[in-house]
């Protein structure tokens, strides 16, 4: 099966982490937030959580960074030594996860659903980071909030959440205040975390994304861009 090349180089210049990125203040940062998480998914710290692996990044808006996040959460949580991670760019009127990573494809979730003869395992990207892997956006469709919200995706998430014990699947989804998208996705997984802009959005536009997470029992939130922490950018203010 083709190995797919992620360019970790560019990762790197841009600050992101990497099997390579030692302890910088980046990977850090994700160390401290991919900890509460795993060991909710897991049953670590407390009772498990039903697809406590299923993980939705999301935001109020645009650009307040959640693919950054998405990406990181994923690149920290696939050096962990007994975790697989499948990233899905679940953005899928605005994919942007494989321009990101230097890659390309075709076909992915979006032609899952609408075409049951696609399997999942022929649309899979296997990397050269080992324990990760990604589940493209595919082709974008006229009807995507009906077959994010339809019985093949429930199949699909009962399948990737079970098949393997010792996965965490990091969704990168649309903002919250933009599309409905991410509105279908969230009753269905395990935990969601909601990525804000410091000093950027407003209160009143993360109550009103909040709102759409009514009914979710895990919501976490990252203050990503701060820059009230030792004069320097910090990017995992974590809270849940």
Do not use: W
Not at 63 to 69: N, Q
Not at 92 to 119: F, K, Q, W, Y
């Amino acid at each position: 099966m083709a190995r797919y090349e992620i360019d970790l180089d560019k990762l790197h210049k841009l600050g992101m982490v990497t099997p390579d990125s030692g302890r910088t203040a980046v990977a850090e940062e994700f160390r401290a937030i991919k900890r509460p998480l795993l060991g909710r998914a897991f049953g670590r710290s407390d009772a498990p959580i039903h697809h406590g692996n299923l993980i939705m990044i999301t935001s109020a808006l645009p650009r307040e960074g959640k693919t950054f996040c998405a990406i990181n959460l994923a690149m920290s949580i696939a050096m962990e030594m007994d975790h697989t991670v499948l990233l899905v760019d679940a953005d899928v009127a605005r994919p942007s996860v494989l321009e990101c990573l230097g890659l390309t494809s075709d076909v992915g979730l979006m032609d899952i659903l609408h075409n049951e003869d696609i399997d999942l395992q022929d649309v899979l990207m296997r990397t050269n980071v080992d324990s990760l892997s990604i589940l493209p956006a595919g082709k974008s469709h006229r009807n995507a909030t009906e077959l994010l919200a339809s019985h093949a995706m429930t199949r699909l998430l009962n399948d990737i959440a079970n098949r393997y014990q010792d996965r965490i699947v990091i969704f990168d989804s649309p903002p919250l205040l933009l599309t409905t998208e991410s509105r279908a996705l969230a009753g269905q997984m395990g935990q969601i975390v909601m990525v804000i802009e410091a000093e950027t959005t407003t209160q009143h536009a993360v109550k009103n994304a909040l709102r759409q997470l009514e009914g979710c029992a895990n919501v976490n939130l990252i203050y990503n861009k701060s820059k009230a922490f030792l004069g320097r950018e910090q990017y995992g203010n974590y809270y849940n």
